[in-house]
């Protein structure tokens, strides 16, 4: 069975930093891109950040540059998401997708993932 689960999210002040994990089962992730979408109320949702299969390659969206860092460690099974100097317009549910064929940026600007997680929130408010 296929799983992606998302943690380490929930509510931190400005300024603070969270990071993300998303640990997955069920397929062999060194064959995946992997991407971070986020997805406020009323919003579309957006990529944030992707990262090619063996972790050499990243794409970060123009709001998260610099302050966001994508990782993976293939061996657990698990990709990264450290967020530092948060602000409160990064409040947004928060999920990991993977994507077999897609390359790196184009699965961020119009995903079309095999898989998705069911997404954790991030809250930024004082």
């Known amino acids: 069975q296929v799983q992606l689960v998302e943690s380490g999210g929930g509510l931190v002040q400005p300024g603070g930093s969270l990071r993300l994990s998303c640990v997955v089962s069920?397929?062999?992730?060194?064959?995946?891109?992997i991407g971070w979408f986020r997805q406020a109320p009323g919003k579309e949702r957006e990529g944030v950040s992707c990262i090619s299969k063996s972790g050499g390659t990243t794409y970060y969206a123009d709001s998260v540059k610099g302050r966001f860092t994508i990782s993976r460690d293939n061996a657990k099974n698990t990709v990264y998401l450290q967020m530092n100097s948060l602000k409160p317009e990064d409040t947004a549910v928060y999920y990991c997708?993977?994507?077999?064929?897609?390359?790196?940026?184009?699965?961020?600007?119009?995903?079309?993932?095999?898989?998705w997680g069911q997404g954790t929130q991030v809250t930024v408010s004082s």
């Open positions: 069920g397929f062999t992730l060194d064959y995946y891109v």
């Open positions: 997708a993977a994507d077999l064929f897609t390359p790196v940026q184009a699965m961020c600007i119009r995903p079309t993932p095999d898989y």
